[in-house]
């Protein structure tokens, strides 16, 4: 990467709290009958920091929008690339990847431009076996040119991103669409555009940590628009807009394993979760302890991921963080073929226990944090068992729940 990373991840938490403090709203519930006081919630310091697991790759500041991948290993170039593969996310998933998804066109939203992305999504989608990619980059104007300055952080989500939703959905058509910079101003208008050119599913892997008004709520909410966003990096408490709003589906992260054949998974902890306090609740919520938006809603894999990336790195490397479960739950969506007539996530709140159990891959073990046991940030717990806020009601087993 050109330079280096200014992190400030160890105040993301920290500086949330006193952005919404501020602001009138509080990002880390502190409400009777809503989660435990704040003084009970996760550390300051994510894990993957604290342990020196990885690195953000954009800066992190309450208030600010951040992309949401980390960095975790810089391994050797191809054929020795690392990290779980297309192949595992189909067969995990149980996804139509060969068959569906035609004519579905999934836009993504970053900040900035990466120069390299057609010639590194064509290499992603090379090593394995994906086809060429109907993939096309705009600008916040809708423009294939004049595209925003470089940045390589930025650049590495770009990438991610582009490259998850060719994993879970080689047919789809992928729009990314450019914001000029990470002002809420630009991320906007790029958001608006990718829905002018007719995008059925937009993808946010960004965040503003600490505040749930940053972003007007409208823009994530027009009709027959499904939209996915990352509940963040940071751990319980530490959620922040477009993710929080109720017009979009909530995107938390898990921990892949496999033995033999066999996969299983279990929270990350470092995806956001927690109760939205200020957020009016949607009508289709029914957790017992949040009277506001609780998130997330689903998840999907956010660790040991490979990427390929040429324009700050050389090669492939390894990624985590909810960046790499939110485009692939917008291309699942995509998949599906129904993003259009989606209420946000009211059909995975609304599904019976038994189609539930059948449609979706509970996440019974983990957590992002302390919360005194609660079901907003441990996973199994006999109060709601089959819901955490980290990984939301689980990860996709085909796509009836989409």
Known sequence: MNGSVKLLAPLVAALAVAACNAGGSSNVPGTAGEASSPSSSRSTMPEWQAKGLAKAACPQAAGKATCLALIQSKSGI?????????SDFQTRYNLPSSTNGKGQIVAIVDAYDNPNVASDVAAYRSQFGLGTANFTKYNQQGQKK??????????????????????????CTIYLVEANSSDFGDLQTAEAEAVTLGAHIVSN???????????????FDQPGVLYTAGSGDAGYGAIGAP?????????????????GSTYSESVWNGAGAGCATGVTKPSWQHDPDCTSRTDSDVSAISWQVAEYDTYGYSGWFTVGGTSVATPMVAAIFA???????QDAAKKIWSLKKRKRGKDLHAITTGSDGSCNGEYLCQAGTKQFHSYSGPAGWGTPNGIKTF
């Open 335 to 341: 998949l599906a073929g129904n993003a259009s007539s």
């Open 78 to 86: 191809s054929p020795a690339v690392s990290g779980w593969a297309p």
């Open 243 to 259: 993710s929080a709003l109720s017009s979009v589906v909530a995107v938390g992260g898990t921990v892949l394993s496999k033995n």
């Open 205 to 219: 892997s960004w965040i503003c940590y600490g505040s749930y008004d940053c972003v007007d709520q409208s823009i």
């Open 146 to 171: 004049n595209y925003p300055r470089g940045s390589t952080g930025w650049g590495v989500e770009i990438d991610l991103d582009v490259q998850m939703v060719s994993a879970a959905c080689p047919l």
